[in-house]
């Protein structure tokens, strides 16, 4: 079945480490999000790429890194210098650019606690 | 900037019985969109209903149904013959050259 495949599902990290969570599609899509989420909070914005070996950062970059050297795959890097890292993380992807009308496709999501 | 206002944190309806969801957005933009997704306990996001701007009639899907008042930058959400099932967060999103989610509602549906 077509869809967002997002590993792992939960996540321990101890102060001062990377960690990295993956993400693939099989939909095909040209453009895939990571999005973070806190109570109260709503979807915030990471980062965002279009296109293969493309990215641009969203709202909240700080302390965080992607790459997108397969258009199937969006992984995420939690570095030691993201202040208040646990929360869920969501990675999804739509059509792209021309083809966008806005509606996304969503994994699972990935929940980090940092101990 | 674009925002998305929904001001009911938590709401609570009975079984079968309808509920609605608010929520608010701000724009200068014409052309647009706006969603609400739900996102069950299992935490996966889905979408339930798309509005397009341009659009005069609601939209609906089923037992979901939109109340689009362009003029007042409103977009409610409808839900008929409440299921358990439809217990979940709710997230109003518009979106005109990026997507903006609100905080959530958090639905229950009592039986």
């Known amino acids: 079945d077509g869809g967002i495949t997002q590993s792992p599902k939960y996540l321990f990290r101890k102060e001062g480490q990377n960690v990295t969570l993956s993400c693939e599609q099989n939909?095909?899509?040209?453009?895939m999000y990571w999005y973070r989420q806190d109570p109260g909070q709503g979807l915030r914005l990471i980062y965002y790429s279009q296109i293969v070996n493309d990215f641009q950062k969203g709202d909240i970059a700080e302390g965080y890194s992607v790459s997108r050297e397969k258009k199937e795959s969006f992984p995420l890097t939690v570095t030691s210098a993201q202040k208040n890292p646990t929360a869920f993380y969501l990675c999804a992807s739509s059509p792209g650019t021309g083809k966008n009308t806005g509606e996304l496709f969503f994994g699972e999501g990935s929940r980090l606690t940092v101990l | 900037a674009q925002t998305v206002t929904q001001s009911q944190p938590e709401m609570s309806v009975q079984e079968a019985e309808t509920v609605t969801l608010s929520c608010t957005y701000d724009t200068s933009e014409n052309n647009y969109y706006l969603f609400w997704y739900k996102q069950p306990p299992s935490r996966q996001m889905i979408l339930v209903i798309r509005q397009e701007a341009y659009k005069q009639q609601n939209a609906t899907e089923n037992r979901f149904s939109v109340n689009f008042q362009k003029a007042a930058k409103s977009f409610s959400l409808k839900i008929s013959d409440s299921q358990l099932g439809d217990t979940a967060m709710y997230f109003c999103?518009?979106?005109?050259?990026?997507?903006?989610f609100g905080a959530g509602t958090i639905l229950r549906v009592k039986s």
């Open positions: 939909l095909n899509h040209d453009a």
């Open positions: 999103a518009f979106y005109g050259n990026k997507l903006v």
